[in-house]
């Protein structure tokens, strides 16, 4: 392969493949890293962080293959472009860190801090070649977490400072962290573990570059952005040309009541697409908002990337002919000041209804809508020796069906990744709780031609007095069906006080959309249940194969009546199908 501009340069394709692979291997070793030094299950055992590495001018040149979507999407570069535009290039020395979790930055809730250092390569270590970078969800970081009327109250806002310089922490601003948090443990711990990462991240790299030379190195760089440029170009090639929209709606802003719109349009033309944004709700006074970079431009790269498939990997070059249109003061383009505590709300509904849009374009490759929400739960208080613990948990749902096969999960959002479930035996021995049901929910997937994926039923018996806190949405707009199938089961809350009384929005009932971020008071006794939205279905339901309907009744999948119901088909008492009505 030569280069275009450089012709005299070549680089063989063997080369190319190592360097290319290489760069994800010491990504992936990190993430592994970070996960076996970590301090808090947040960390170690859900996985919300994110592994990045990008140029000297902060664009993205690979990332882990199991890292949170939006953190390095574009958190990560944006956060390296900052410190370049605050230091300087000459002020970037190799042995600084940096931190930054700023919303003006990043446009995300400040928990999402992410620390990076400069890799310098060559014989006298003087060229900067790029920057290892690593986003973390920092555990605590002070604040009335999340609901404070704006950005100011969310904690402690880190815009682009040292925390090593030159080889030498600052002790400054581990006294300031540290003094900001009502988890130290917990928090200096995955600090530690960051920086670690980002430490042999950053030597591991420049061992590779040393390896093969600069020249070579940034050749093969701009060899594998021009790649994934043109891979997802030809994607966009082979759509119809055309205007694409869908309309869907979240369930409130979390401070008042009323549904947000969520109007997508999509325009392909040739070989580039545009998002086009603007009928999108207004920034909101709850804090569900993000900023334009970190929210827009996130939400609009992860989806474009799940329409790209698995094949290619995610870096600056991929999202060359992505467009944005997106005006300013919206729930995706907010001002540095709006309340994000809860950013990414919105998130897994928006990927999902770009890529619904594009129905009518792909038809049999759009699925059926997915859970498409949180279903976060919070639990939060103080132990009897006096410490403070404050741990989220967060349901698995449904996924929609698509043209080939039934829906997949349990899984976590499209805005989450490999996000895991903390394991119940750890959860019961961190929190005063007792985990006393965790099953698939029956009949929740959206019934078609194939199926939609089942969410979960979870409850927690508690046994302290601690605060709920919980975080759900598609309530009044479930997950869609495509091409006739029907759509999946909402998500809701359920708490039971001890004495069997059911609780909700204060009165009776269960606890739905109406109690979203806002707390309720738990004593010892009460069950807290949380069931968890299904997938849409694909396909009218009449076509799916008595095989299957079969195969999901024994299973246990769906109920005799939901089987009678959605499929036209008559049960025996026995379970066993009898035939077509």
């Keep these: 392969m030569q280069d275009v501009a450089h012709p005299a340069l070549t680089i063989d394709p063997i080369t190319l493949e190592v360097i290319r692979h290489g760069l994800v291997s010491i990504a992936n070793q990190i993430d592994a890293n970070v996960k076996r030094t970590a301090f808090s299950p947040y960390i170690y055992e859900y996985n919300d962080f994110a592994v990045g590495l990008t140029d000297a001018d902060g664009r993205l040149i690979a990332q882990c293959t199991g890292g949170m979507p939006p953190f390095v999407a574009d958190s990560v570069g944006m956060a390296v472009r900052d410190g370049l535009h605050i230091y300087g290039r000459n002020r970037l020395h190799h042995g600084d860190v940096v931190l930054c979790n700023h919303a003006a930055v990043q446009g995300q809730h400040l928990n999402n801090t992410v620390m990076y250092t400069p890799i310098h390569a060559g014989e006298d270590r003087g060229t900067l070649i790029g920057f290892f970078a690593i986003n973390v969800?920092?555990?605590?970081?002070?604040?009335?977490?999340?609901?404070?009327?704006?950005?100011?109250?969310?904690?402690?806002?880190?815009?682009?400072?040292?925390?090593?310089?030159?080889?030498?922490?600052?002790?400054?601003?581990?006294?300031?962290?540290?003094?900001?948090?009502?988890?130290?443990?917990?928090?200096?711990?995955?600090?530690?573990?960051?920086?670690?990462?980002?430490?042999?991240?950053?030597?591991?790299?420049?061992?590779?570059?040393?390896?093969?030379?600069?020249?070579?190195?940034?050749?093969?760089?701009?060899?594998?952005?021009?790649?994934?440029?043109?891979?997802?170009?030809?994607?966009?090639?082979?759509?119809?040309?055309?205007?694409?929209?869908?309309?869907?709606?979240?369930?409130?802003?979390?401070?008042?009541?009323?549904?947000?719109?969520?109007?997508?349009?999509?325009?392909?033309?040739?070989?580039?697409?545009?998002?086009?944004?603007?009928?999108?709700?207004?920034?909101?006074?709850?804090?569900?908002?993000?900023?334009?970079?970190?929210?827009?431009?996130?939400?609009?790269?992860?989806?474009?990337?799940?329409?790209?498939?698995?094949?290619?990997?995610?870096?600056?070059?991929?999202?060359?002919?992505?467009?944005?249109?997106?005006?300013?003061?919206?729930?995706?383009?907010?001002d540095a000041s709006a309340p994000m505590g809860n950013y990414s709300t919105p998130f897994p509904t928006v990927i999902d209804a770009v890529i619904k849009a594009l129905e009518q374009a792909l038809p049999e490759r759009v699925p059926g809508g997915h859970f498409g929400t949180h279903s976060g739960i919070r639990f939060s208080g103080w132990r009897l020796d006096g410490s403070y613990f404050a741990t989220h948990d967060s349901g698995h749902g449904g996924w929609g069906?698509?043209?080939?096969?039934?829906?997949?999960?349990?899984?976590?959002?499209?805005?989450?990744?490999?996000?895991?479930?903390?394991?119940?035996?750890?959860?019961?021995?961190?929190?005063?709780?007792?985990?006393?049901?965790?099953?698939?929910?029956?009949?929740?997937?959206?019934?078609?031609?194939?199926?939609?994926?089942?969410?979960?039923?979870k409850s927690y018996r508690i046994l302290a007095p601690c605060e709920l806190q919980t975080n759900l949405d598609r309530t009044r707009f479930p997950p869609w069906g495509v091409q006739?199938?029907?759509?999946?089961?909402?998500?809701?809350?359920?708490?039971?006080?001890?004495?069997?009384?059911?609780?909700?929005?204060?009165?009776?009932?269960?606890?739905?959309?109406?109690?979203?971020?806002?707390g309720f008071q738990l004593a010892a006794g009460d069950l807290v249940c949380v069931e968890t939205g299904g997938g849409g279905g694909y396909g009218p339901p009449v076509e799916r194969v008595?095989?299957?309907?079969?195969?999901?009744?024994?299973?246990?999948?769906?109920s005799r009546e939901a089987a009678m119901r959605d499929y036209d088909v008559s049960v025996g008492a026995d379970g066993m199908l009898i035939r077509r009505r």
């Excluded at 029907?486 to 001890?498: D, L, R, S, W, Y």
């Excluded at 069997?500 to 204060?506: E, K, L």
């Excluded at 008595?546 to 769906?558: C, K, M, S, T, V």
């Design 484 to 518: 006739g199938g029907q759509e999946g089961k909402a998500g809701h809350f359920t708490v039971t006080k001890a004495g069997h009384f059911t609780v909700t929005d204060g009165r009776t009932g269960a606890v739905r959309s109406i109690e979203k971020e806002k």
């Design 546 to 558: 008595p095989e299957l309907i079969q195969r999901d009744l024994d299973a246990g999948y769906i």
């Design 401 to 457: 069906a698509c043209a080939t096969h039934d829906g997949a999960g349990p899984f976590r959002t499209m805005a989450h990744g490999d996000t895991r479930i903390i394991p119940l035996e750890l959860q019961e021995s961190y929190l005063p709780v007792r985990i006393e049901e965790l099953a698939l929910r029956q009949d929740s997937g959206g019934a078609g031609k194939f199926r939609g994926g089942l969410g979960f039923r």
């Design 137 to 334: 969800h920092w555990i605590d970081i002070a604040g009335a977490v999340p609901r404070s009327p704006d950005i100011f109250g969310e904690g402690l806002q880190l815009r682009s400072i040292k925390l090593w310089k030159c080889g030498e922490p600052v002790e400054e601003i581990y006294r300031i962290i540290e003094c900001n948090t009502r988890q130290p443990t917990e928090l200096m711990g995955d600090i530690a573990a960051q920086l670690a990462g980002c430490l042999l991240g950053r030597n591991l790299i420049a061992e590779l570059v040393d390896k093969y030379g600069i020249a070579t190195f940034r050749h093969a760089v701009t060899i594998i952005l021009d790649q994934s440029e043109a891979a997802a170009r030809a994607l966009i090639r082979a759509m119809p040309d055309g205007i694409y929209t869908h309309e869907t709606y979240l369930d409130n802003d979390r401070a008042g009541d009323e549904p947000l719109p969520i109007r997508i349009k999509v325009v392909i033309e040739g070989d580039e697409m545009t998002i086009d944004y603007s009928g999108i709700a207004e920034q909101v006074k709850g804090p569900i908002n993000s900023g334009w970079f970190g929210g827009g431009q996130t939400t609009a790269r992860v989806a474009f990337k799940y329409l790209m498939g698995a094949g290619e990997m995610a870096n600056e070059g991929t999202f060359r002919p992505l467009k944005l249109v997106l005006p300013p003061g919206k729930i995706l383009s907010a």
